[in-house]
């Protein structure tokens, strides 16, 4: 089993920044997909970026330019540093892992934007 702790989120004022941190733990496979999604109120958990343990990387294209994912396999750590931060990216943010079939999940953490 493969386990997930997120920590990082909070409240922001637009325009700020937050760097989001996940720890993953027990049985982590090498070779394997990290990534983020997030969820507002009302819509559905939406992928916002994503990277392999070699290091190539997606993003969604709303947060393009504005977020940047990295990992250190060293420490099975995951990182979204997320600047000029807008209402709309108010959602609970979740870390993801993936690899032959196996997807863990953390438990969220709350990201709030104000304007």
């Known amino acids: 089993q493969v386990q997930l702790v997120e920590s990082g989120g909070g409240l922001v004022q637009a325009g700020g920044s937050l760097r989001l941190s996940c720890a993953a733990s027990?049985?982590?496979?090498?070779?394997?997909?990290m990534g983020w999604y997030r969820q507002a109120p009302g819509k559905q958990r939406e992928l916002v970026a994503g990277?392999?343990?070699?290091?190539?990387?997606n993003y969604a294209d709303s947060v393009k330019g504005r977020f940047t994912i990295s990992r250190d396999n060293a420490k099975n750590t995951v990182y979204l540093q997320m600047n000029s931060l807008k209402p709309e990216d108010t959602a609970v943010y979740y870390c993801?892992?993936?690899?032959?079939?196996?997807?863990?999940w953390g438990q969220g953490t709350q990201v709030t934007v104000s304007s």
């Open positions: 027990g049985r982590i496979l090498s070779i394997n997909v």
């Open positions: 990277i392999t343990s070699g290091g190539s990387t």
């Open positions: 993801n892992y993936k690899v032959s079939g196996i997807v863990a």
